[in-house]
């Protein structure tokens, strides 16, 4: 089906077999990794993504762009020991003996099992934790389970994804699963100083925010106030909570739709989401956040344009449709003036909204590099979980001047891989990858990648 080069170097791949459902109650993916390096690979935790001391694929997960679903293997019975998860309908490198190594010139395979997907849902995109999102892989029919789905199954583990969006001009961000949206408005925008009576000009950006809650189902709106952590909370709190007051006030005049009802709260400065010692961190924190449900999706989706899949030997597989790769160096000190990054393209699923960058860095110099898991990823976003995820990549859309972060689960994980640990061998190259959820009329990015050049002119194919 699809060829993926894979996060344990260069010479190493990940090839989807089949995706197929298998019965009424379940959905299975087969696919294998291939080692042509002259040394073994190690595969024993790398596929249970974020639970280290798992030792299944349990980390592979099916996503369905259009719900904005992401569906992990099923879990069934008890766990076996205190810390470890319940057992995955799925391979366990238990079975494998030696081969949970992976030798020189050896390919092995693994399954997973999720279940029954909607009907009407024909392809999914398969997120792996060595490859980053495979997208538009069709689902069919007919195949057999590798082995029974136990009774003592349950319920299946599906979690929301959370797109993001940051306005670089007016300093509003948006996020949205496919039920609910959230659009935090700079206090900056909306209040003078310490104020909380609305300045002239917040009409029109609170105007965009009626125009989508009249349009939507939502029957409750939230709208909660924050402050940055100057002065103290005397004042921060009742400043917050009478600027949540004045934005529902404000948005009740301007929805004229009936049957919608209004919560307010403050929280002074006790939920940050940037960094409060700077100045930038501060202006972000500064915000009236509104949330509400999301208009009503449409009933049919789209029929997803064709796409070939394309087979390439992992060095060199290329998105369809991209040009030579840009590479920039890294910025000049001693830890990454050896090292630059290679940048080919973003990889949009032909049913729009999901989108993947793929990118390698390269370390040119004679020792192994060790900067991954504390210089690529951001403490700010999804938290700062004990893998350190690479996740502090940005997408930008120049044209509309809107800044894209990596992608998030509704539990606050985030689709980047893991960086605690992990080094680049001297003269060799990691591939990496992270997600985002562009808008679709995205055809062009900058890539931001931290202590990097920017990339410019990134086609979004």
Same mark, same amino acid.
């Given at each position: 089906? /699809?060829?993926?080069?894979?996060?344990?170097?260069?010479?190493?791949?990940?090839?989807?077999?089949?995706?197929?459902?298998?019965? @009424?109650?379940?959905?299975?993916?087969?696919?294998?990794?291939?080692? @042509?390096?002259?040394?073994?690979?190690? /595969?024993?935790?790398?596929?249970?993504?974020?639970? #280290?001391?798992?030792?299944?694929?349990?980390?592979?997960?099916?996503?369905?762009?259009?719900? $904005?679903?992401?569906?992990?293997?099923? $879990?069934?019975?008890?766990?076996?020991?205190?810390?470890?998860?319940?057992?995955?309908?799925?391979?366990? *490198?238990?079975? *494998?003996?030696?081969?949970?190594?992976?030798?020189?010139?050896?390919?092995?395979?693994?399954?997973?099992?999720?279940?029954?997907?909607?009907?009407?849902?024909?392809?999914?995109?398969?997120?792996?934790?060595?490859?980053?999102?495979?997208?538009?892989?069709?689902?069919?029919?007919?195949?057999?389970?590798?082995?029974?789905?136990?009774?003592?199954?349950?319920?299946?583990?599906?979690?929301?994804?959370?797109?993001? $969006?940051?306005?670089?001009?007016?300093?509003?961000?948006?996020?949205?699963?496919?039920?609910?949206?959230?659009?935090?408005?700079?206090?900056?925008?909306?209040?003078?100083?310490?104020?909380?009576?609305?300045?002239?000009?917040?009409?029109?950006?609170?105007?965009?925010?009626?125009?989508?809650?009249?349009?939507?189902?939502?029957?409750?709106?939230?709208?909660?106030?924050?402050?940055?952590?100057?002065? /103290?909370?005397?004042?921060?709190?009742?400043?917050?909570?009478?600027?949540?007051?004045?934005?529902?006030?404000?948005?009740?005049?301007?929805? /004229?739709?009936?049957?919608?009802?209004?919560?307010?709260?403050?929280?002074?400065?006790?939920?940050?989401?940037?960094? @409060?010692?700077?100045?930038?961190?501060?202006?972000? @924190?500064?915000?009236? &956040?509104?949330?509400?449900?999301?208009?009503?999706?449409?009933?049919?989706?789209?029929?997803?344009?064709? $796409?070939?899949?394309?087979?390439? +030997?992992?060095?060199?597989?290329?998105?369809?449709?991209?040009?030579?790769?840009?590479?920039?160096?890294?910025?000049?000190?001693?830890?990454?003036?050896?090292?630059?990054?290679?940048?080919?393209?973003?990889?949009?699923?032909?049913?729009?909204?999901?989108?993947?960058?793929?990118?390698?860095?390269?370390?040119?110099?004679?020792?192994?590099?060790?900067?991954?898991?504390?210089?690529?990823? +951001?403490?700010?976003?999804?938290?700062?979980? #004990?893998?350190?995820?690479?996740?502090?990549?940005?997408?930008?859309?120049?044209?509309?001047?809107?800044?894209?972060?990596?992608?998030?689960?509704?539990?606050?994980?985030?689709?980047?891989?893991?960086?605690?640990?992990? &080094?680049?061998?001297?003269?060799?190259?990691?591939?990496?990858?992270?997600?985002?959820?562009?808008?679709?009329?995205?055809?062009?990015?900058?890539?931001?990648?931290?202590?990097?050049?920017?990339?410019?002119?990134?086609?979004?194919?």
């Amino acid at each position: 089906m /699809t060829i993926e080069p894979t996060w344990f170097g260069e010479d190493t791949s990940l090839e989807i077999l089949s995706l197929e459902r298998a019965d @009424n109650d379940t959905t299975v993916l087969k696919f294998q990794l291939t080692n @042509n390096r002259d040394e073994e690979i190690s /595969t024993y935790f790398a596929l249970a993504d974020g639970t #280290p001391t798992s030792q299944t694929v349990e980390g592979v997960s099916l996503i369905d762009v259009g719900a $904005r679903k992401q569906y992990f293997p099923l $879990r069934y019975g008890e766990s076996e020991s205190p810390g470890q998860p319940q057992p995955c309908y799925c391979s366990t *490198f238990a079975e *494998f003996g030696d081969k949970r190594r992976i030798k020189p010139g050896e390919t092995q395979e693994f399954w997973a099992g999720y279940p029954a997907l909607p009907d009407g849902v024909d392809t999914v995109s398969v997120h792996t934790p060595v490859t980053g999102t495979v997208h538009d892989i069709p689902i069919t029919g007919g195949g057999a389970p590798p082995e029974p789905l136990p009774d003592d199954h349950d319920d299946p583990i599906v979690v929301d994804l959370v797109a993001a $969006r940051e306005d670089l001009e007016e300093g509003s961000t948006r996020e949205e699963t496919g039920e609910q949206v959230s659009v935090s408005l700079s206090a900056d925008v909306l209040f003078d100083v310490d104020e909380s009576t609305l300045r002239p000009d917040a009409e029109q950006a609170l105007r965009e925010v009626a125009e989508e809650i009249a349009e939507s189902d939502a029957e409750t709106v939230q709208i909660d106030g924050h402050t940055d952590n100057s002065g /103290t909370d005397t004042i921060n709190q009742p400043l917050s909570e009478d600027r949540a007051e004045a934005v529902k006030d404000e948005l009740d005049t301007l929805i /004229t739709r009936s049957g919608i009802s209004y919560e307010t709260a403050g929280h002074g400065s006790d939920e940050p989401v940037a960094d @409060n010692r700077t100045d930038e961190g501060k202006q972000k @924190n500064r915000r009236v &956040t509104i949330t509400y449900d999301a208009a009503p999706a449409a009933e049919e989706m789209p029929e997803p344009a064709s $796409r070939e899949q394309e087979s390439a +030997s992992p060095d060199a597989s290329r998105p369809a449709g991209s040009g030579p790769a840009q590479i920039v160096p890294g910025k000049e000190n001693r830890y990454f003036k050896e090292l630059s990054v290679e940048v080919e393209a973003v990889r949009r699923s032909s049913h729009g909204g999901l989108a993947s960058l793929r990118y390698r860095v390269v370390n040119h110099a004679d020792d192994e590099s060790t900067v991954l898991g504390g210089s690529f990823g +951001s403490p700010a976003i999804c938290g700062s979980l #004990p893998d350190a995820r690479l996740n502090g990549v940005m997408l930008i859309d120049e044209q509309a001047q809107v800044q894209y972060p990596v992608l998030q689960r509704s539990d606050s994980h985030c689709l980047a891989p893991r960086g605690a640990g992990e &080094t680049v061998p001297a003269h060799e190259s990691r591939t990496l990858w992270i997600d985002f959820w562009l808008d679709p009329s995205v055809t062009e990015v900058t890539v931001q990648v931290p202590k990097f050049e920017a990339v410019t002119g990134v086609p979004v194919t």
